[in-house]
């Protein structure tokens, strides 16, 4: 049997596609519509809030662990993020970790005055890593059955030329 490689070129490809995924902690949630406005619809992969009650502390932490900060930063900010709360906004993105690295940097600097006790990675932590994205991707998507732990699904209208 005679393989299709255009096929698969194509399918890998097409999994290696530009992918982040944003949190938008709990404390810029009041900012949550101006900074999904920073990405253009067709950058929008999904975009809801999530309240992760009991295990907002383990997602902080996972979240900074497996981003290679030391976990006992990584416990300090888990206190600090989730002293605001358990409910975070969640934006999956086809960007390239390189070009969000910059826009995240663009967004703290622009909401930092509109964040009640800002303090550095209030906002937005970016998970660069495809490895690491794809299990808090899988963890946020256990907590999500059927929506039922959505908080509020964004819809994306195009805007009229």
Do not use: C
Not at 59 to 79: H, L, P, Q, W
Not at 84 to 92: A, M, V
């Amino acid at each position: 049997m005679k393989r299709n490689l255009k096929k698969d070129w194509d399918k890998l490809a097409k999994s290696q596609q530009p992918y982040s995924l944003a949190v938008i902690w709990g404390k810029a949630l009041p900012v949550w519509d101006k900074i999904l406005a920073e990405f253009l619809p067709e950058e929008i992969k999904d975009a809801y809030i999530i309240d992760l009650g009991e295990q907002a502390k383990k997602f902080v932490v996972e979240s900074y662990n497996r981003d290679g900060i030391d976990e006992t930063y990584a416990m300090k900010k888990s206190m600090q993020i989730v002293e605001d709360g358990t409910k975070f906004g969640i934006i999956e993105l086809n960007i390239s970790p390189e070009e969000m690295a910059q826009r995240k940097k663009n967004i703290r600097e622009k909401y930092k005055d509109k964040v009640k006790d800002y303090f550095f990675e209030s906002i937005i932590h970016v998970l660069e890593d495809r490895k690491t994205t794809s299990y808090i991707k899988k963890f946020l998507d256990q907590r999500r059955v059927d929506g039922q732990q959505t908080l509020k699904k964004t819809k994306f209208i195009q805007p009229p030329d």
